[in-house]
């Protein structure tokens, strides 16, 4: 077999020089037939498109040191583009009430509802008007590893501090080959793994996670499986955020997680910050824990949604699929909002029981 060119070679961009078919023993005839030629692993040539520029970068271990990280929801106008009013106000009510970082565009934020250019134009958009104040985690995860890798570039590319990547979903690999997907986008800069194989399908065992803890990019992981789970990974050193919030307050004080990446700090980021810093608080948690039950009685992000809207702090606008909480659920929401203190919730405005006729429906986005 002829060898590969030198990199620089490669770089200048000199063809590869391989066999000829009428030559070589990879072409040797055998029982009459052509023997195909035998495959070549051919090294990665493609260098990281990142930047040493300092001004918005940040270490891994800035991450890892992230008590109360907050999945943003993003708002609409009511032609279903990006509200950038609503969210700004979003993002600088979650600054001053305490969350210290965000993640842009993940399922909250209905990312798997944008285009690449929406989402990689918000991740950047919030880097330039918050980045200062609040470290900013782009979802640029996909099932595709190609797709996964540039829309990471773009990412860091426009400042965000840290990506967030689930595994492939739908279109499900093997083990060694969600080791080879997280080590290929892990090369781009601090990521935090996700695992939610009730939306995935598939679980991140902890062996594919030991496998890839030495890689000095890994801030760590977003874990939904369980707080069993989470201590597994705590036990060993292994940075871990609850992914779900009705098991937070447990997982930070007696399994040793780190923090919570979380849906309810949309509408109350102070309380969930007391849970992450304030001590066990057990009469704290149970506090909120029917507002926590109420926002995901149905896929989340349709209770947010609607609660934000209802908040007024959004417009009643939702890109379908998505449609709002039926209306005995949208009274539901304005009684627990009475009875845990409109003053801990986002925005100033009455709570209110939105009609049917409000909410704006959008299918062309």
């Known amino acids: 077999m002829a060898t590969l060119k030198s ?7 000199s063809a590869l020089q391989l066999p000829s078919p009428k030559s070589g023993d990879s072409y040797k005839r055998r029982n009459g037939k052509w023997r195909s030629p035998q495959a070549a692993v051919i090294p990665n040539f493609h260098l990281p498109m990142r930047s040493l520029e300092v001004k918005n970068r940040t270490s891994v271990d800035d991450i890892k040191s992230l008590r109360l990280i907050t999945a943003i929801k993003t708002p609409y106008l009511p032609d279903g583009r990006f509200d950038l009013e609503a969210y700004d106000d979003l993002v600088n009510m979650q600054i001053v009430q305490g969350a210290e970082g965000i993640i842009v565009g993940g399922t909250t934020g209905e990312g798997q509802l944008m285009s690449w250019d929406e989402h990689i134009m918000l991740i950047g958009h919030t880097v330039n008007c918050f980045g200062a104040s609040i470290k900013v985690i782009g979802n640029t995860g996909s ?8 829309a990471s570039e773009q990412g860091f590319a426009v400042g965000m501090h840290a990506a967030l990547h689930i595994n492939p979903y739908y279109g499900k690999t093997s083990m060694e080959g969600l080791v080879q997907h997280f080590n290929s986008v892990l090369s781009m800069g601090p990521t935090i793994i996700y695992n939610v194989p009730s939306r995935t399908g598939q679980d991140i065992p902890p062996r594919v996670i030991h496998s890839l803890s030495d ?68 009469s704290l948690n149970s506090k909120l824990m029917p507002l926590i039950n109420w926002l995901f009685e149905e896929p989340n992000p349709i209770g947010l949604n609607t609660a934000l809207a209802q908040l007024g702090v959004v417009r009643p606008v939702f890109r379908l699929p998505y449609v709002p909480l039926p209306l005995e659920k949208r009274i539901e929401f304005v009684n627990l909002v009475k009875e845990i203190g409109r003053e801990y919730f986002v925005g100033d405005k009455d709570v209110q029981v939105l009609d049917d006729d409000d909410f704006v429906l959008v299918d062309r986005y």
Request: hydrophobic share 35%; glycine share 12%; proline share 2%.
């Open 215 to 282: 890689n000095s990019n890994l801030a760590g992981i977003k874990e939904c499986v369980g707080n069993d789970r989470i201590k597994e990974y705590t036990d060993k050193g292994i940075v871990v955020w609850s992914g779900n919030d009705d098991q937070c307050h447990d997982a930070r004080w007696n399994y040793a997680a780190t923090g919570v990446i979380s849906v309810t700090s949309n509408l109350v980021p102070g309380l969930m910050r007391e849970l992450m810093f304030g001590g066990k608080y057990p």
């Open 7 to 13: 990199y620089g070679a490669c770089l200048r961009g």
């Open 143 to 150: 099932n595709s590893t190609r797709e996964a890798i540039h």
